[in-house]
């Protein structure tokens, strides 16, 4: 997959099938619109092209209410693997700003999808939106499509046990530690992805444990509590079983923490992958050493039992 940041230093590509939005979390409606990219590129003998925007529109627009509180299910590394492995061929990441933000929608349009980009066709989802105050849909792309020469297609909304799939409802999902079920409308599961280092200040005991180290302030965290979970090194694939604390340590931190039972691996400045599975508790007391080596053990004994 080629990505690239911005518009300025594009290749040229082969009958471009073009998509746009945040596309955080890579979840169920969206692979439906990755689906569709694949099937009509592969029927143009072209490429797939999706425009996401860094920083989230939201972050710039309402930087002092809706855009202060906005927790990402995704950092951009994050985001960048999942599309990869959906299978676009190509990524513009492009930087949103005030000024951007001001663009028509007819100007996004010619001047960046079609005089820019030359898209074949033009795919959107279910009740998406575009340019200077979301006054662009598929109802304008339609009325374009013939004026500017591309396709147009909307992709129809996605949904699981009778709920609509959207990033914001599964940020409410994972907020409220519901894990199985924002794992279910990702299709994917939950990640963290970081580059551990040594556990400090927890409670003296029998488990090793790592952090997850500093990880991006805009990136959602589930709330505190005991995670089963599996860790994957990003160098050799390989995945292991292994349980997460989430929780404030002995300075008044709040940390994520992992240990991966019978591995002895050691993790410590490594790229790797939290997959997060399912919240076994709510409780955790960082501070008591007995509770402590009692839930860890509990948990590491659940763990076991889990299949995934």
Sequence with gaps: MDIFRGFGALKQFRNPVVTTGSFDGVHVGHKAIINRLRNLASLYKGETVLITF????????????????????????????????????????????????????????????????????????????????????????????????????????????????????????????????????????????????????????????????????????PPGGIYAASVSVSSDNSRHKCIVLIGENTDGENGVYFHTPGTGNDYRGKKIILYFHKRLSETLNLYDQRYFSTTVKKAIEEVSELIY
């Excluded at 792309?141 to 799939?165: C, M, Q, S």
Aim: with cysteine; net charge negative; glycine share 6%.
């Design 54 to 221: 860094h920083p989230h529109p939201r972050k710039v627009l309402y930087p002092e209410s809706a855009g202060k509180s906005l927790r990402l299910i995704n950092t951009t590394d994050e985001k960048m693997l999942l599309l990869e492995k959906a299978g676009v061929d190509n990524v513009i990441i492009a930087e949103f700003t005030r000024e951007f933000s001001r663009i028509t929608c007819e100007e996004f349009v010619r001047d960046y999808l079609v005089s820019v980009i030359g898209a074949r066709v033009i795919v959107v989802g279910f009740n998406h939106h575009f340019g200077c105050n979301r006054q662009g849909d598929y109802n304008y792309l339609w009325n374009l499509k013939d004026i500017y020469g591309f396709e147009a297609e909307e992709i129809p909304a996605r949904e699981v046990e009778h709920e609509t799939v959207s990033s914001t409802r599964i940020r409410k999902a994972i907020s409220d530690g519901y894990i199985q079920r924002a794992n279910a409308y990702l299709d994917n599961h939950y990640m963290i992805m970081c580059f551990p280092e040594e556990a400090r200040n927890l409670p003296v005991s029998d488990y090793n444990f790592f952090s997850a180290g500093k990880i991006e302030p805009d990136k959602l965290i």
